[in-house]
């Protein structure tokens, strides 16, 4: 079964980092562009980052441009978001998600909850 | 940059009604347009692709179509599972834009 978990959320005081962990399984993962989407709580989907399967390019929201960066090890088959200077409004659920020709994603994670709050 | 305006926002219904969701686009734009289903508690589920093809194993009530500004998701025979949010989304290299949603709702 294709798989994606993530983990490494949790409570976090505002100015502080997290770094959230995406373990794909049942697929290639070297072999596939990866996102990470969010959702804060009673909202709607944001996209937030992107990664190539293997030439390194990212790409990411205005929303979290230089506080947030995403990479990737294919040896381990493991997705990253590193996460500094959080805000309120960074409160979400956070999704990795299977990228696919023509930019749909085709297999999600279940999320990982990051509350930040004093 | 482009939005993606979704309507209506909230959709009264009731099972075995035909549902049209609307997807519009601040500007025309290619057909890799997504639509996803989200139900309280989960993940997002894709169901139509490029703006027509229909996700493997989706039922084929499920469709969409459209171009240019304009795309619309329909539900030709509404069932009990199918109450929920549902989402656009449109991709340009390499960024993603989500609709804003459109919750179906018992009527």
């Known amino acids: 079964e294709e798989q994606l978990v993530e983990s490494g959320g949790g409570l976090v005081q505002p100015g502080g980092s997290l770094r959230l962990s995406c373990a794909a399984s049942?697929?290639?993962?070297?072999?596939?562009?990866m996102n990470w989407v969010r959702q804060a709580p009673g909202r709607g989907l944001e996209w937030l980052l992107y990664?190539?399967?293997?030439?390194?390019?990212?790409s990411h929201a205005d929303s979290v441009k230089g506080r947030f960066s995403i990479s990737r090890d294919n040896a381990e088959n493991s997705l990253f978001l590193q996460m500094n200077s959080l805000r309120a409004e960074d409160t979400a659920i956070y999704y990795c998600?299977?990228?696919?020709?023509?930019?749909?994603?085709?297999?999600w994670g279940k999320g990982t909850t990051v509350i930040v709050s004093s | 940059d482009i939005q993606m305006t979704q309507s209506p926002s909230t959709l009264s219904a009731s099972v075995g009604d035909r549902v049209t969701i609307t997807c519009r686009a601040s500007?025309?734009?290619?057909?890799?347009l997504a639509w996803y289903q989200q139900k309280p508690g989960k993940a997002p589920k894709v169901l139509i692709y490029?703006?027509?093809s229909l996700e493997s194993g989706v039922p084929s009530r499920f469709s969409g179509s459209g171009s240019g500004t304009e795309f619309t998701l329909t539900i030709s025979s509404l069932q009990p599972d199918d109450f929920a949010i549902y989402y656009c989304?449109?991709?340009?290299?390499?960024?993603?834009?989500f609709g804003q949603g459109t919750k179906v709702e018992v009527k």
């Open positions: 998600a299977r990228v696919r020709w023509g930019g749909h994603m085709d297999v």
């Open positions: 049942g697929f290639t993962f070297r072999s596939y562009e």
């Open positions: 990664i190539h399967s293997g030439d390194g390019t990212t």
């Open positions: 500007q025309s734009i290619d057909r890799y």
């Open positions: 490029q703006a027509s």
């Open positions: 989304q449109y991709y340009y290299p390499y960024f993603w834009v």
